[in-house]
Nanobody, 117 residues
Framework: VQLVESGGGLVQPGGSLRLSCAAS????????MSWNRQAPGKERELVAA????????TYADSVKGRFTISRDNAKNTVYLQMNSLKPEDMAMYYC???????????WGKGTLVTVSS
């Protein structure tokens, strides 16, 4: 059972990245999913969340209008499209899965996003 994030990297301010979170060993469709991030010296914070069916999304105020969370349950994958990136978006981004139905939760190991000119 694991979540594997990918898509991080170095991007200039104003640029875009698309993060992916692929689940293996379990079925994503029963899980609410979220992207969280942690910058050096700061606490981990919620960036965006999406319900198991994809019908409901939530965003941190700091990313509203710039980031979009989505999911493809057929591919067992969740995405985070990040546009208009700012230096303050620079952090390790983690994928998180939680299921009240199964009473289980999982964290990925993270993918690093660096925003710098």
């Amino acid at each position: 059972v694991q979540l594997v994030e990918s898509g991080g990297g170095l991007v200039q301010p104003g640029g875009s990245l698309r993060l992916s979170c692929a689940a293996s060993g379990f079925t994503l469709s029963r899980y609410d999913m979220s992207w969280n991030r942690q910058a050096p010296g700061k606490e981990r914070e919620l960036v965006a969340a999406i319900s198991s069916a994809g019908s409901s999304t939530t965003y941190a105020d700091s990313v509203k209008g710039r980031f979009t969370i989505s999911r493809d349950n057929a591919k067992n994958t969740v995405y985070l499209q990040m546009n208009s990136l700012k230096p303050e978006d620079m952090a390790m981004y983690y994928c998180y899965a939680r299921s009240a139905y199964y009473g289980s939760e999982y964290w990925g190991k993270g993918t690093l996003v660096t925003v710098s000119s």
